[in-house]
């Protein structure tokens, strides 16, 4: 099974509207990470986690990482075009960082105008 | 400041052949990671190094190797391909244990 779960798979939002995107692990995450990628291009690192509860938020875009630190959520403020694309949650699955980060397998946001 | 920069961008090659790729970190990143990503299986860790030394390897086979410099450039070099291998490979670049910054990413296809 899938050790990082994100849902939903895909999403279609009417411009304007909020949305959220969320990231479940069954183990405890001790660095979550949140890129985009554009289809075929290299990640965009959007937001770096760490501490259970920690929220960060650069315009628009909000992520939390819950006190458990199991789940992280991804959340879009009155969604844009340029807010398309995919968004893919990583983490470092052993303190220290070690056997590189583990992804979901990506939510596909597509805004409509 | 430069981002990652990856060579080439985009890479045909014949089953049986091998593929050299290679990676330029962001100047004062000293680790390099590399991942695959395809369809069915996504974002996959294959290795990463730091300061010339392998510290990890992903679930993949010998045919998948990799070398970093000393001024951490790195390249990764697949043997013998298999149609399989066709993927978008990715680097990575980081501080210590900081948000790692994703390269464009080298697009190979094995025919």
């Known amino acids: 099974s899938q050790e990082l779960e994100q849902s939903p798979q895909s999403l279609i939002v009417q411009e304007g509207k909020n949305l959220t995107i969320n990231c479940t692990s069954s183990?405890?995450?001790?660095?979550l990470y949140w890129y985009k990628q554009k289809y075929g291009e290299g990640l965009i690192f959007l937001m770096m986690?760490?501490?259970?509860?920690e929220e960060k938020s650069h315009e628009k875009i909000t992520a939390k990482l819950d006190e458990k630190k199991q789940q992280s959520s991804l959340h879009i403020t009155a969604s844009q075009p340029s807010h398309a694309g995919i968004y893919l949650c990583?983490?470092?699955?052993?303190?220290?960082?070690?056997?590189?980060?583990?992804f979901g397998k990506g939510t596909h946001l597509i805004i409509q105008p | 400041k430069a981002g990652v920069t990856q060579t080439p961008r985009y890479l045909i090659k014949t089953r049986g052949q091998q593929v050299t790729l290679s990676c330029s970190p962001i100047?004062?990143?000293?680790?390099v990671s590399w991942y695959q990503q395809t369809p069915g299986q996504g974002l996959q860790f294959l290795f990463e190094?730091?300061?010339?030394?392998?510290?990890n390897k992903g679930n993949f086979p010998g045919r998948f190797s990799g070398r970093q410099f000393s001024n951490s450039r790195s390249e990764m070099n697949v043997s013998t391909l298999e149609l399989g291998d066709s993927a978008l490979y990715l680097c990575?670049?980081?501080?210590?244990?900081?948000?790692?910054?994703f390269g464009q990413g080298t697009r190979l296809t094995v025919v």
């Open positions: 986690l760490q501490k259970g509860g």
């Open positions: 100047s004062g990143h000293r680790s």
């Open positions: 990575a670049s980081s501080l210590v244990n900081t948000e790692a910054f």
């Open positions: 190094y730091f300061s010339e030394t392998q510290r």
């Open positions: 990583g983490a470092d699955m052993l303190e220290g960082g070690a056997d590189g980060l583990t």
């Open positions: 183990k405890t995450l001790y660095g």
